[in-house]
């Protein structure tokens, strides 16, 4: 008789995504990469139903990912007994109904950012979240990088001393075409804030992160492009180009930046851009302290710039990284160092940490409690706007 341990069945995880465009559809590829990734989670991806409201796209979205079914009533996904997560991958103005109803029904919810279309959402749904026990899931994914994640155990482990300074920027062109189409993206109803919303809750994040809750901040925005081609209902993304046309209006911001002052007493800059020519995808931190700095760029993902002085003349320089196994995550992915990862690979390590957090029974990081920090830091950054002055972050009144 073969006495060796027979392994344990895969854990059941019954999975629904709601939306499936382009975020939708990286969603469902990664759970069914999981097993693959990370067999050592012994976690079963099931791929129940997803949802769309344009009926091709859901039909399309299933037979791709391998969904028993599809639907075009996200409700009726929530419903199923057989789902145990919700990821909600909608248009923001979907992303309260759709988290709420789901939190209601007792699922587990995984919503991508920036979670409510205004602060205030964003505070109640983490308030439902919070008040029915659930565990959630928010896709702030470039935490998942692994050299970022690498630069997080040395900031934790005090590497560079006493925090002193943040600087967060996160750059990117892909509305720099005034003929790129008026998606939702550009509407303040559907999405709520422009680039704030979009691009500086990442940089929030990150900065949570790195140097720890921000005390008080003055703020300034700015849009560039005031009208917009109309969109083909249903077709494109928000990267879609069209000549010719009825035009609508920009309803929100191209550009958003903010002066920062951290509760642990360092000083910081935010800056983000949706229209600037140049950067692609440059969402970039540089981090010091009173032991050194950390650099990272997302458009060089799999590098990290470290100076960390010893007192001797050789380590009084930056040197550079290069992402490789000893780095957390990586060895999922590559055997070996210097071997690039790209941006979905940052969505399996954040689908595979969730579905961890689920099984586990156990609230991980970041979830919506993150995500209602960086909802407070946009609250202050609208009453910055408005009164041209210092505002101190603090709880969203009325969220709880």
């Known amino acids: 008789m073969d006495e060796r341990a027979v392994p344990a069945p895969p854990a059941r995880l019954g999975v629904a995504v709601i939306g499936m465009g382009w975020m939708g559809s990286v969603h469902a590829r990664c759970y069914r990469l999981l097993p693959q990734r990370f067999p050592e989670l012994g976690i079963g991806p099931q791929m129940v139903v997803c949802a769309d409201s344009v009926e091709a796209r859901a039909q399309e979205g299933a037979a791709r990912a391998g969904f028993e079914r599809a639907t075009t009533d996200w409700r009726e996904a929530i419903a199923d007994p057989q789902v145990d997560v919700v990821h909600v991958a909608t248009q923001n103005a979907l992303h309260a109904p759709v988290a709420l109803a789901a939190i209601a029904a007792g699922k587990h919810v995984f919503c ?6 205004r602060p205030a959402e964003t505070a109640a749904i983490a308030a439902a979240a919070r008040a029915a026990g659930i565990v959630s899931g928010v896709g702030y994914n470039y935490r998942w990088a692994p050299v970022v994640q690498y630069a997080l155990g040395l900031v934790r482990a005090g590497r560079l001393g006493t925090i002193t300074h943040f600087r967060g920027r996160f750059l990117v062109g892909y509305a720099r075409d005034p003929h790129g189409v008026l998606s939702w993206r550009f509407d303040r109803e559907q999405s709520g804030g422009g680039a ?7 940089v929030a994040d ?6 720890g809750p921000v005390e008080r901040l003055v703020a300034n925005r700015h849009t560039f492009i005031a009208e917009r081609p109309l969109p083909v ?3 494109g993304t928000h990267f879609t180009v069209k000549r010719g046309g009825p035009l609508g209006p920009v309803t929100n911001e191209d550009y958003g930046s903010a002066l920062v002052r951290f509760a642990c007493g360092a000083q910081g800059t935010y800056e983000v851009c949706r229209i600037i020519n140049g950067p692609k995808c440059q969402l970039a931190f540089e981090v010091s302290g009173t032991g050194g700095t950390i650099r990272w760029d997302f458009e060089r993902m799999n590098e990290l710039q470290l100076y960390l002085p010893d007192g001797t003349p050789e380590r009084d320089g930056p040197v550079w990284v290069q992402a490789g196994p000893e780095h957390p995550f990586f060895a999922n992915f590559n055997p070996g160092p210097a071997l690039a990862m790209g941006y979905e690979d940052l969505k399996v390590i954040e689908a595979a940490q969730f579905a961890k957090s689920v099984i586990d029974g156990k609230q991980g990081e970041p979830g919506l409690a993150e995500a209602d920090r960086v909802a407070q830091v946009l609250a202050a950054f609208d009453r910055s706007v408005d009164s041209g002055a210092w505002e101190t972050v603090t709880p969203i009144s009325g969220a709880a």
């Open 112 to 117: 991508e950012k920036p979670v409510g279309r």
């Open 196 to 202: 704030v919303a979009d691009l500086m809750s990442h």
């Open 206 to 211: 990150l900065a949570h992160a790195l140097a």
């Open 233 to 235: 209902p249903g077709e």
